[in-house]
């Protein structure tokens, strides 16, 4: 009995053996006998190891030689004029370049079976190179346990190295492509997204909300500049097809040196994608506070005091409220300056600009005691905010503004200065007398400036405005305070999310969901791989926190739609050839900026007639 | 005391209403501006050698005796390759 299944035994193995040698030896016969299908096949396999190419990229090769093949059939069709000599033209050259072959005519053997054998080569590498990483990822191949571990390592280091190598090439990477999406960088690795060489994403998402998500040094920067120039640019070229001009307006939260030489390049670029006025505030721009209407300008005003809403103080609140309602709404109409405001706040004023007026006098006679006390506030809160506020323009006289809030030294002014910011962008955004603009409002560390207005709300407002945010933060808990607002601003990102490097990336990668895999477990026996097994579905990480946190300088992720796709940024640079200069656009002649000539020096070597200093019209000069 | 000067009477005229427009460059220079501009600015010299490998595989193809479809087929695909892989030596069009 015992040696019956012994016999029973070794013939199952013998059996198993003999059917594994007749498949090789098959494979070798087919193997040899297309062997120019063979070369293309194993070169492509070899190129995609080396380069970390996922089988779509030899897939996408193969559709592009597919034009070799319908031109050599082409001609084939135009000499034989019969379809059975055309059907029979790969069999016939490929005998003919065997024979070739033979005679140490290598050249015309490949140029007799190319047409054919290089696209089978590719879609056959393509289908061989997709097997072996299923094999690699799931365990059931590799020579050791750790091998999926070390064969992933190893394709990122490739895949990021490829798409460093392929950012270097200046036409591969230019702001926006040809279908006006915004150019991100070369891709890295695709997941649940389908794989591009380029990511691009549409500039409907920058109209939508995004959030980026990196700490210091994670190459932050680049990234939004290339996305602000990229958004501007495509909605630039939108508007020359009848859609509204954009306004690109850029809160920097943090300010500092950094902030001046961010803006400057931002300057350089936007310049480059042919906006004519990049206002830089407070430095050399300014904007007028008393644009806003009336009844408006007295809230935003009243919300730029810090006063308590509840216990006796709120009495005081209240006081002050009807005394800037008084001030800002009265007959001769909205102050237009500072010196005009705190001028009216003295009971004087007020009786006599409501001189006739009963109720409203009344009201006057009320607040008198307080006028002295709510001037001197007010002197001091406008004194704080500067003179960035007391000029003549509206953030629609420009098309791009960088605001520098300093939000690290001076944290309340930045805050009280980030509140009337949003209200001009709301009016600008609403305001039924100025032309309607495509508007995208980039806040980078809003999280310095968020008490007064916090992020959840300029996400909604602008939700409700049509105004596209893009709200940028070091980490996960600088997006708001707590993890009901950080979720509920990263749950809303429509446009998706950016994660770069971060140390604690878990709560995006949640965001971004799991996707199924196949785990295989085998037994191992005496250091060797056993013939038991078992394999499951298991959930894996879209964006791979551990990836994330492992992300070089200029790396980043990009989550929308269930997939994530691993991106290497490329440095955003101005297309070197000048822009044409564009019509001029019919508009109020709004004395505007203050822009001093050596601004468009430096750097910008893209200098030309439709940009800087010669395509912003006389009007745009600082009255004296 | 320096004199006041007199128009000379060889001067070309000018139009009373302002200055005489240059006849501009050929529609087809002027057409292929932009391109000219797009390779300078990109990377001419890896361009160049794409091109010159092109045109030896090219030559080679043609010279390699396997007779026409064959070779239109080939070429066809070093065509191909050129258009997809040139475009990156080239600078970035205007306002992109």
Known sequence: MIGFLVQLMILRWAARWAARLAAWTLTVIVAIAAAPVTVVAVTAVAGAWLRGWPPARLRRAAAWSAPMTAAYLLARAISARSVQAVAAAPYRDWLAGWHAFSLGATARAFVLCGPAAVPAGLLAASWAWAIRIYRIETGLSGQTATAPVIFDARQWRRQARTAQARNTAPGTVPLTDRRGRIVIGATIRAIGHPWRPVLAIPAAAMARHQ???????????NLMIRTWAGWYTAARHAATRGAPRPLLVVLDCKGGPDARAKAQRTRVLLHAAGAATVAVWPDDASVSLWTLPPRDLAV??????DTADAGPAAYYADITQAALMLAVTAPPGPPPGVASFLERLDHGWLESAYAGDWPRLSAVRATTRHLPDIALRYRTLLDRLGPGFDGTATLANADAWYLILEGTSQPSVAQAQALAVTELLAHAATSRDTEPRAILLACDDYSAVSSKVPLWQLYERGR??????QVSAQSWHGLGASDDERYRIAATADGGIFLMRTPHPEPVSQLAGTRQVIETATKVIAGGWGDEGSSRVQHAWTADPGTARRLATGQAGY???????????????????PVPAAPPVPGPAVPIIIIPPSHDRDGDRAAGPGRGRAARPEAMKEPA | MKPASRPRPDRPHHHPHGPARRPGPPPGIRAARPALARIRHGRPARLALRLTAGLILASLTTHAGAGPA?????????????????????APPPGR
């Open chain 1, 559 to 577: 989550i929308h739609a269930g997939g994530c796709t691993w991106v290497q940024i490329a440095r955003p640079r101005p297309s070197p050839i």
């Open chain 1, 464 to 469: 409700s405005l049509g105004i596209g945010v």
């Open chain 2, 70 to 90: 064959p070779a239109a087929g080939v070429i066809t695909g070093l065509v191909t390759w050129l258009a997809l892989t040139a475009r990156g030596d080239l």
């Open chain 1, 300 to 305: 935003t005003l009243f919300q730029l005091l």
């Open chain 1, 211 to 221: 959030v980026i998500i990196g700490s210091s040094g994670s190459g932050k920067t």
